[in-house]
Structure formats: structure tokens, C-alpha cells
């Protein structure tokens, strides 16, 4: 099991702060949608060549034009990038044929869809390693939470790991290590932690526990 830590709302100043300072509990460093849009792809540059031992994930939850979007994080070092579950096949057909080119990897980001077992079906056909269970930030605000859909992913899930993200912390981490997740992501749990690194370093004794 991995620890997945997004950035999403931080500056570039306070993200490598961040990141040097929790280093040893963090396996992937995602790159978050709003970091994206304020950097590009020169935050996946700088993140890669700095932490050239850590695995960097681009958060591009790409839409469209799936094989160039995602070539365009390859391009600038990143392990994994994100596409959404909701859209065409043929742009996660064009996301996976860039990792393969690449030699890296998608996650489909499950998103808003209405129906994971079927989707997960079409999805796991194309061959991507990873599905994504996803609570947003503006449904997490609504009172929702990952847990049941993580535990439907799981039942359905044939060969793709699964990363499970939506406002986990380390007082809510438990369940989701329980229900099995391949990957546990937290962004504002740790990072809008009063002590970010006392927060991940709970986070990453809990996996360790569970993988004892
Ligand atoms: C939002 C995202 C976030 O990166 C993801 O939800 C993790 O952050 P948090 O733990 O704060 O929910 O992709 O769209
Ligand atoms: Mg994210």
C-alpha cells in the first residue's frame, strides 16, 4: 500500500517545504489540478528532478486529446497522469497508448461516474494499471465521502490498482486501509494540517501496521 500525497492549493514555495519535510512517509507526489493550473508542467519538471527517487503523478484529469495531453506529462518526467472515467473511451485508449510508449502509467479517475462496475468493465478492457475512486472537494463539502464506493471498486475491480482519494486524514484513514486500497491519496488532510508532518507521518504508520 502507498501514500500518495496531492498538492493542490499550496504555493511552489510552500509545496517543496512541504514535501522535504515529509519526505520518508510519502512514496507518490502528486502534482494536484489547481497546482497544474498555476505551474504547468514545469512544477512536474521541478518535482522529478528533485525528488528523482520519489514517484511524481500529474493530475491532469484530462478530458480530450488523451494521447497529447498525456505525452505532454511523460514529457516532463511524470510516473503517472490522471484521465476521467466520464469521457470517451477512444481518450483513455489514447492515454494508455502514451504510457506505453512512455513506459509509465494512467489512472482513470472514477469522477462522477454513474456506473462504476459497468465503466470499471470498458475501463480495465483498455488495460490501464490504475482506477481512481474519487469524492471531490465540492462533494466532500456536501457531506460525501470515498468509502462505499471504494468498497464497489473493489468488488468489481479485475486486475487495476486501486487509489482512493476525498479528504482522507489520519483520523479517517483506518477504514480505507481496511476496505484495501492499493493507494491511500491525502492532500488537505496533511498539508492544511496544523503539523503536516506529524499528520503524515500517522498516515504512513497506519499503512505500515497494515503491511506488517
Ligand atoms: C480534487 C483532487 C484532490 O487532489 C484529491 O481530492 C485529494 O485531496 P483531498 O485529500 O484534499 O480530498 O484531485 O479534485
Ligand atoms: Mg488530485
Excluded at 519526505?23 to 498555476?38: A, K, R, T
Amino acid at each position: 500500500m502507498k501514500l500518495q500525497l496531492a498538492i493542490d492549493d499550496l504555493s511552489m514555495e510552500e509545496a517543496l517545504k512541504l514535501t522535504d519535510s515529509i519526505l520518508e512517509y510519502i512514496d507518490i507526489i502528486e502534482m494536484g489540478s489547481p497546482f497544474l493550473m498555476e505551474y504547468g508542467m514545469e512544477a512536474v519538471r521541478s518535482f522529478k528532478n528533485r525528488y528523482p527517487e520519489k514517484e511524481i503523478l500529474a493530475d491532469l484529469k484530462i478530458m480530450d486529446a488523451g494521447f497529447f495531453e498525456a505525452e505532454l506529462a511523460f514529457r516532463a518526467g511524470a510516473d503517472y497522469a490522471t484521465v476521467l472515467g466520464v469521457t470517451d473511451l477512444l481518450t483513455i485508449q489514447g492515454c494508455q497508448d502514451a504510457a506505453e510508449q512512455y513506459g509509465r502509467k494512467i489512472y482513470v479517475d472514477m469522477i462522477c461516474v454513474p456506473d462504476i462496475p459497468t465503466r470499471m468493465k470498458a475501463i480495465e478492457e483498455i488495460g490501464v494499471f490504475g482506477i481512481s475512486v474519487h469524492t471531490g472537494v465540492d462533494q466532500q463539502a456536501a457531506g460525501r465521502s470515498a468509502i462505499d464506493d471504494l468498497k464497489l471498486m473493489l468488488e468489481h475491480r479485475q486486475k487495476a490498482e486501486i487509489s482512493v482519494a476525498g479528504g482522507i486524514h489520519s483520523g479517517t484513514i483506518q477504514s480505507y486501509i481496511d476496505a484495501g486500497a492499493d493507494v491511500v491519496i491525502s492532500g488537505g488532510g496533511i498539508c492544511h494540517s496544523e503539523n503536516p508532518r506529524l499528520e503524515a507521518a500517522k498516515i504512513a504508520k497506519c499503512i505500515a501496521e497494515r503491511t506488517k
